[in-house]
């Protein structure tokens, strides 16, 4: 063989060899652009499994894979693809002590480099899906813990009260002349504003607080008319609603402030002309606790708003001040 036809044989292979460097390269590049687009998905979608994962199909498919299946399981919750695996899944399990992961995807094609590229994915997925588990955990775990501590600082303050509620009713029963009528009476003036500040302090615990509910929903366009006309269907009162009126807020907060003034309303709650409102404790109803409208209270002035008893000759007249757009 001449050197002439050697030449072109070198020529043609080393062509060849650039083309194939050339393919891998355009494979490797589009593999890695997709990766970091499920990556920044999952940090846009606040690393929500329930979200992230129906979503990460479309990009799949453009590394010619064709399904995604999966079974999550972590604590006391399951989420689960609706679908079932064919035979010919590419699969990867994972079984730790708080969670098991089980997950699989369907492959246009397993030959050459798209084996590389699965088994690339694969292993990518597994990753964002366990570190999307272990986030979970531990924000449920947090919030237990600030929830045992929140018990704890609870039932210090609700024993004192209940001590103090039971000495109270003893003492009542045995006020048997003038004198200890009036030691009473100056004991309760000392005493009373101590447990008004500790009774205030338990229900600002229990009242809602949209920065620290566990899977809250966030502020959403809220229709007050609509809301209203459930309401008081709801307590099966005669209602005027006039006029338009929504807001954007936490529809849980929103609910609670004129659920408690429409079912006070509903219980004949103020059928005393002298009654001081928003007083915690305190309620003309047997059986009630008397928190419902100081609550109501405490939630619109967390949400920048108001709540005001108006001067009427007869009947009830409130008015509530709400921002268009609450913030929390």
Same mark, same amino acid.
Request: hydrophobic content about 40%; proline content about 4%; cysteine-free.
């Given at each position: 063989?001449?050197?002439?036809?050697?030449?072109?044989?070198?020529?043609?292979?080393?062509?060849?060899?650039?083309?194939?460097?050339?393919?891998?390269?355009?494979?490797?590049?589009?593999?890695?652009?997709?990766?970091?687009?499920?990556?920044?998905?999952?940090?846009?979608?606040?690393?929500?499994?329930?979200?992230?994962?129906?979503?990460?199909?479309?990009?799949?498919?453009?590394?010619?894979?064709?399904?995604?299946?999966?079974?999550?399981?972590?604590?006391? #919750?399951?989420?689960?693809?609706?679908?079932?695996?064919?035979?010919?899944?590419?699969?990867?399990?994972?079984?730790?002590?708080?969670?098991?992961?089980?997950?699989?995807?369907?492959?246009?094609?397993? #030959? &050459?480099?798209?084996?590389?590229?699965?088994?690339?994915? +694969?292993?990518?997925?597994?990753?964002?899906?366990?570190?999307?588990?272990?986030?979970?955990?531990?924000?449920?775990?947090?919030?237990?813990? @600030?929830?045992? @501590?929140?018990?704890?600082?609870?039932?210090?303050?609700?024993?004192?009260?209940?001590?103090?509620?039971?000495?109270?009713?003893?003492?009542?029963?045995?006020?048997?002349?003038?004198?200890?009528?009036?030691?009473? $009476?100056?004991?309760?003036?000392?005493?009373?504003?101590?447990?008004?500040?500790?009774?205030?302090?338990? $229900? &600002?615990?229990?009242?809602?607080?949209? @920065? #620290?509910?566990?899977?809250?929903?966030?502020?959403?366009?809220?229709?007050?008319?609509?809301?209203?006309?459930? +309401?008081?269907?709801?307590?099966?009162?005669?209602?005027?609603?006039?006029?338009?009126?929504?807001?954007?807020?936490?529809?849980?907060?929103?609910?609670?402030?004129?659920?408690?003034?429409?079912?006070?309303?509903?219980? @004949?709650?103020?059928?005393?002309?002298?009654?001081?409102?928003?007083?915690?404790?305190?309620? #003309?109803?047997?059986?009630?606790?008397?928190?419902?409208?100081?609550?109501?209270?405490?939630?619109?002035?967390?949400?920048? &708003?108001?709540?005001?008893?108006?001067?009427?000759?007869?009947?009830?007249?409130?008015?509530?001040?709400?921002?268009?757009?609450?913030?929390?």
């Amino acid at each position: 063989m001449t050197i002439e036809l050697i030449y072109p044989f070198f020529i043609l292979t080393g062509l060849v060899i650039i083309g194939v460097l050339l393919y891998l390269r355009h494979l490797t590049r589009k593999a890695m652009r997709t990766i970091l687009e499920m990556i920044d998905l999952n940090a846009k979608l606040d690393y929500d499994l329930h979200h992230f994962l129906p979503q990460t199909l479309p990009l799949l498919k453009k590394l010619k894979i064709d399904d995604l299946y999966y079974t999550i399981h972590y604590l006391d #919750t399951t989420i689960q693809s609706t679908t079932t695996p064919p035979r010919e899944v590419v699969e990867k399990n994972i079984q730790r002590e708080d969670y098991r992961i089980t997950i699989g995807i369907v492959p246009r094609h397993s #030959t &050459g480099e798209q084996h590389f590229i699965n088994m690339i994915v +694969l292993e990518i997925l597994s990753i964002l899906i366990e570190m999307n588990v272990l986030i979970k955990i531990k924000v449920i775990h947090e919030a237990l813990y @600030k929830f045992s @501590k929140l018990q704890t600082f609870l039932l210090h303050d609700v024993k004192n009260l209940a001590q103090f509620i039971v000495s109270l009713s003893y003492n009542v029963h045995h006020l048997e002349t003038p004198e200890k009528k009036e030691r009473f $009476i100056d004991y309760l003036k000392e005493t009373l504003p101590v447990i008004s500040r500790s009774s205030a302090k338990i $229900i &600002g615990l229990l009242e809602v607080r949209g @920065k #620290t509910d566990v899977g809250e929903s966030p502020p959403s366009a809220i229709d007050l008319k609509s809301l209203l006309e459930n +309401l008081a269907k709801h307590y099966k009162l005669s209602y005027t609603i006039t006029g338009q009126a929504s807001i954007r807020a936490k529809e849980s907060m929103v609910i609670s402030i004129f659920d408690n003034l429409l079912k006070n309303i509903y219980d @004949k709650f103020l059928q005393e002309p002298d009654v001081t409102l928003f007083e915690p404790f305190y309620s #003309t109803k047997k059986g009630g606790l008397g928190i419902g409208l100081y609550q109501a209270r405490n939630i619109a002035h967390a949400m920048k &708003g108001d709540i005001h008893m108006l001067p009427q000759a007869s009947g009830t007249s409130f008015e509530i001040i709400l921002p268009a757009n609450v913030t929390m």
